[in-house]
Structures are given as structure tokens and as C-alpha cells.
């Protein structure tokens, strides 16, 4: 009788914990409201401290509802020049892409993303320990998680080009974000720079680059030339040949349209969400404008991700040999497999 009365207590005593959970979900949800209304009475704030006035005008002047209100939340897609060489020329207002050595409001607040998150990754893996804390577990499990997603899509041949995957998918993804945060997208000397098609056109190149020099590097000149004009197959007829020359030409082509694919679909789509939220925001200042700005995250975290394992795959795809190296090979092993003694095939009995 007496074990059996020092067993009830530690039963009865078990359930305890369970009422901490609860109140951690209940914290969650309560932080969640606390966002949503502070995102709400900014709004509201804005609206009426720094109200919309006319493209043009001057803060203070009439702006009529709902065609004014519109516009002037609106950035269209030529940025704003910060700073610019005395004496220079600007260049049209309506112009989307431009050659200008200048500051562009675009270009300033992606030098501020860098720094921030340049410093952000130092002092996260600053004086690293082998039994890490939160900054330095937070950084190793994005690291990892990013190196392991990468590595699953693309194949163990795209180790080398990790870090630059995880670098384009993190700069590219706090510069999606930033557009999000106040005062970026309020003040005209800061934008988000991806909303900004020379700065994605920027982007796109420095991927393009990268790609093709690794094709020439990993396979030599006549290697990769090879890939787009494969002369070798003329050895297998006229007929042959003409076709896998075409074929080439057109992969050729279609090199040249991979930056093109990469920037405009990355400013397409960041830009889009700005001006739909611009709008929705201006006729709305209610609950609307935050269910947009949540989905605003999730859509330009995906942007930033199909840019990065774009170029992943692109650099892959660049590096690879010839098929008619690959065929080549397999010849080679199925004849050393044909040569092979039957004694060695066999199963043992």
C-alpha cells in the first residue's frame, strides 16, 4: 500500500506542464494581432500626416480621391536620382532602361541592405564556438538548410557554386523585402532596388557571366564552343549533322535569353506586388493591405529563390561535357563490361 501511495503523486503531477504551451500559442497569436494593428494605425498615420499629393506638386496640395490618392503612392519604374555628376544630363523620366552614372534611389538602398546584412552575418558568426548560440545556430541552420535544398536540386556537382547560390538568394531576398519596410517606397531617395529593372538587368548579367566563364573554364574554349556548334556530328551524315548544328543555334539563342528571363521576371514580379499593394493600400487602409503585405513576403521570398536556383542550375547546365562524350564513355564501360570474364558475372553458388 505504501509504494503504491508514492506513485499516485508523480502520476497526478505529470500533466503540469501543458498549461505553459497554452499560454506560449497564446503569446504567438497575440503578437501576431500586435503586428497586424501596428501595421494598420501606420496606415492610418500616414494617410494623415504625410497624405498623397499630385505627381508634380508639392506636399499639402489637393489631391482628389480615388485617381490622385492612387498615384501618388505609386512609384513608376524609372528611379530617382539621388546623385548625379553636375553638368550631366538625365535621362527621361518614362525611360525603363538607362545608362546613367549616377545614384539612383534604387542603388542606395541596396548598398544599405548589404551593409545590414554584411554586419548582421559577422556578428552572427562572430567568435564561433563549437556548441554555438542562437545568432550562430540560426546562421548554420540557414546555411545548411540552403546548402542541403541547393544540393537536392541541382546534384552533388553544384558543391562548388553553393555559396554563390546562397549569396544571390540572400541579397535578393532582403532587397525584395526591404520594398515592405517603412520609410523605403515612402521617401523617393529609397525603393526597393529589385522594383528597379536596371538593378535585376544588373543582377542577370553578374549571373551570366558567372555561368559562361565556368563553361569555358570547366571545358576549355573548343569544349563548350563544341556544345552550340557541334561540327563532330557531321562524321554521322550530312543529314546528322545539319540537325544537331541547328539544334546548337538554337541553344545558342536561348543562352542570350537566359539574363532576359532572369531580370524581367524578378522586376515583373516585384514591381507588380508594389503597385498592387500601393493601390490596395490607398483605397483601403484597413485589414486588406496586411492580408496583401503577408503574401507580399511569401511571393518575394519565391522570386528570390527561383532567381538563385536558376543561376545554380544554369552554372550545371554550363559545365557539362558533350553527349557525344557522355555516349563516348558508356561505349567504353559496355565494352569493358562485354570483355568481362563470365566466371566474374556469375553468382557465386
Sequence with gaps: MSSEQVVTPEVAEAPAPQPKGGSSGRGVSSRWFLLIGGVIVFNIFALIFVPPFPKGGAPGDECAFPACYINGTL????????????GSTPPPADQLIVFYPSISS??????????????????????????????????????????DFGLGIAGPTAKPYIPMFIAFFTLILFCNWSGLIPP???????????????????????????????GFHRLGVRGYAGKFFPLYEFKNGIAAGGIALFVGLVELMLEFVKPVT??????????????????????????????LLGLEVMLNAIQALIFSILTLMF?????????HEEGHDAEEALGALHNTEPSTLQPAH
Design 315 to 323: 552554372i550545371v547546365l554550363a559545365i557539362e561535357s558533350h553527349d
Design 75 to 86: 512609384e513608376f519604374p524609372a528611379p530617382h536620382v539621388v546623385w548625379a555628376p553636375e
Design 262 to 291: 532572369l531580370s524581367m521576371r524578378l522586376f515583373g514580379n516585384i514591381y507588380g506586388g508594389e503597385v498592387a499593394l500601393g493601390v490596395i493600400t490607398a483605397l483601403t487602409i484597413a485589414f486588406i493591405p496586411v492580408g
Design 184 to 214: 523605403i517606397g515612402k521617401i523617393e531617395e529609397l525603393r526597393a532596388p529589385t522594383s528597379d529593372v536596371n538593378i535585376t538587368l544588373g543582377l542577370a548579367l553578374v549571373s551570366f557571366l558567372y555561368f559562361e566563364f565556368e
Design 106 to 147: 534604387t542603388i542606395l538602398t541596396m548598398w544599405i541592405v548589404m551593409a545590414v546584412v554584411l554586419l548582421a552575418a559577422i556578428l552572427m558568426t562572430r567568435g564561433r564556438k563549437l556548441i554555438p548560440g542562437r545568432a550562430q545556430n540560426l546562421f548554420e541552420w540557414f546555411y545548411e538548410f540552403l546548402t
